[in-house]
């Protein structure tokens, strides 16, 4: 069983900047990868960006440039530096974690960004 606990949501202005943890009740190293995912209001549940267990990361177009997944071994966190933000980021943020054939799921973070 792995538990993920996300933290850092918050109302921000435009142009603000946040950083999202997770928190993950076992080695990170032992996870497929991990990712960051949102959901807005009324839209479907994107995937914004990943790491792999090497290292290796990914994102979203519309966040490139702007926000950044790293990872903290010792501390088993993920982390998501988000800058520059806009309203259209404004979403419940959640973590997940592949690990061995299952995905497991934070209880999501909310992101709102005022105009």
């Known amino acids: 069983q792995v538990q993920l606990v996300e933290s850092g949501g918050g109302l921000v202005q435009a142009g603000g900047s946040l950083r999202l943890s997770c928190a993950a009740s076992?080695?990170?190293?032992?996870?497929?990868?991990m990712g960051w995912y949102r959901q807005g209001p009324g839209k479907q549940r994107e995937l914004v960006a990943t790491i792999t267990r090497g290292g290796n990361t990914g994102y979203v177009d519309s966040v490139k440039g702007r926000f950044t997944i790293s990872r903290d071994n010792a501390k088993n966190t993920v982390y998501l530096q988000m800058n520059s933000l806009k309203p259209e980021d404004t979403a419940v943020y959640s973590c997940n974690a592949g690990y061995l054939a299952s995905t497991y799921w934070g209880q999501g973070t909310q992101v709102t960004v005022s105009s």
């Open positions: 076992r080695s990170i190293f032992s996870f497929n990868a």
